[in-house]
């Protein structure tokens, strides 16, 4: 059961202060942090032109872990997404990725100077195109063609599903196959961080876990960095090392994604608990 269907999101945003108070302090988030950080935001507001959606955020997580945002609907969390590829208005604060300073750098330059890719929500295939088209749209930035048509071998070679796909419009495909090729066509430049935004949304069960599959082996086994947002919070926090509620912009709870999700209080106001 989704959480509106019990609490409205009013209700939940002030519950979840009350519970939060001032919210964690930065070194608690540092606490959750293994290794070297991949990410590391400070201080951060950010919007579109002159509305603040983010109001002074921190958050960090490491080389090879998994974070999750969630948070009712509003809360800002594809706002934080945005911010880190370029899509928002950065007022103030900094964003690092992998010891880069990517505050002001355009979304090119951060997907090609500091390995940040962005998968979108639903429907970001171009459907007249073929999977492999697609794929290759994905190497825009590569100096050689070349480069991107091997980047596009090697998804193949690790994805049978596409390969045997590759020459069928990507319109044709099922919801788990499109978001396969999405995450996939975000794989050609080989980034180190993927932000993820929404990865079960209009998905069957089926798919959902097929997906979460598919990031999970990126991170374990390429060492991929994942901040994803994710509204099936439990799906989300089942998934993530960390887990960070937001809410009304800002960061009301931090801390284990499996300690959020015994958390008596986030199962009641965003499980459905």
């Known amino acids: 059961m989704d959480f509106e269907t019990a609490l409205s999101v009013d209700a939940v945003e002030e519950a979840a202060r009350e519970l939060a ?30 509305m603040e959606i983010l109001h002074g ?11 999750c945002l969630i948070g009712p609907n509003g809360a800002g969390k594809s706002t934080v997404l945005h911010a880190v590829f370029g899509f928002a208005d950065v007022m103030a604060g900094s964003i690092h990725v992998g010891g880069h300073d990517v505050t002001r750098l355009a979304s090119s330059r951060r997907l090609a100077d500091a390995g940040v890719a962005y998968v979108l929500q639903d429907n970001s295939v171009f459907p007249e ?23 596009a071998e090697r998804v193949f070679d690790r994805y ?8 069928r419009r990507a319109g044709v495909l099922s919801g788990g196959e499109r978001r396969l090729l999405e995450i996939s066509r975000a794989l050609i430049m080989e980034p180190k961080v993927l932000l993820v935004d929404e990865p079960s949304i209009g998905l069957e069960p089926r798919f959902i876990d097929m997906v979460l599959e598919i990031l999970a082996d990126l991170q374990r086994r390429d060492g991929k960095t994942i901040v994803m947002v994710e509204q099936n919070a439990k799906k989300g926090l089942e998934f993530a090392d960390i887990g960070y509620v937001l809410v009304s912009g800002r960061i009301a709870m931090a801390g284990p994604g499996d300690a959020l999700l015994e958390d008596p209080e986030v199962g009641r106001l965003f499980l459905g608990a």
């Open 21 to 50: 108070g001032e919210g964690p302090a930065r070194h608690d988030l540092e606490a959750l942090v293994v290794g070297e950080p991949a990410i590391d935001i400070r201080g951060l507001r950010a919007g579109y032109g002159r």
């Open 160 to 167: 049978e599903r596409l390969a045997q796909r590759r020459h």
């Open 129 to 151: 195109m073929t999977v492999e088209e697609n794929l290759l749209m994905g190497g825009f930035l590569l100096d050689r063609q070349a480069a991107a048509k091997q980047a």
């Open 57 to 67: 955020i921190d958050l960090v997580a490491g080389k090879g872990q998994s974070l």
